[in-house]
């Protein structure tokens, strides 16, 4: 599987077996947390075999049996500013792709998880934005409702979009936003340069999420056809 067939293979995934997940496909998950991790000064860190984050209870009136057998969980920390919380969704989303072509499932979370002492490691001016549940889902997943991808495109009527621009669109539009409020849009200026936008939202993830459709955006389109504004 490409990673341009792991964007549209790529689904939610809450629940899972108790497989574990082999080491060559470790290997190749910590690889790219170490890329991202020297590339973006984040703190990713990958937790295998450990189901206590998951574990049945209740936090902020969210359950966290919602999820169902995770044992393996990405922590998506980082410094505590919006650009660290867009490099999280980017590079987050890239760790979520490559795993989708090993074959396993994923799902990004937000509330549902609890901070585990001794796991999650409390670093001076650091901060756990998220986690990613990581494994061998029950199901695949099922697909989000798309909207139409005009929906997306901040542009006038008469403009003339090229083929790799919508590419883009289309393959943001697929990408997982929380609460699938999918608050973002793209700009085409200059000829190539394109400008991903970020609309409010109540749930506080807006950065994150701009990261995860920048990253769809950009496989698609081919970092080679833009330059982001």
Known sequence: ???KEAIKARHSV???TDTPIEEDKLTLLRESIAEANEAAGLNIELV????????VGQILGFQYGRFRGVRNY???AGPKNDSAKEAIGYYGE???LLAQTLGLNSCWVG???KEVPGIFKKCLG???HC???LGYGEEQGVQHKLRPSDKFIDADAHLHLPDWFLEGVNAAILAPTAMNQQRFAFKLTDGNQVEAIAKPSIFGYTHIDLGIVKCHFEIAAGPQNFRWK
């Open 48 to 55: 295998t075999e450990e189901p206590k984050a998951f574990a």
């Open 74 to 76: 990405l922590i998506m």
């Open 131 to 133: 986690v990613i549940a």
């Open 111 to 113: 509330l549902s998880y």
């Open 1 to 3: 599987m490409t990673i």
């Open 126 to 128: 650091k901060s756990c």
């Open 14 to 16: 809450r629940r899972y």
């Open 94 to 96: 890239k760790i979520v």
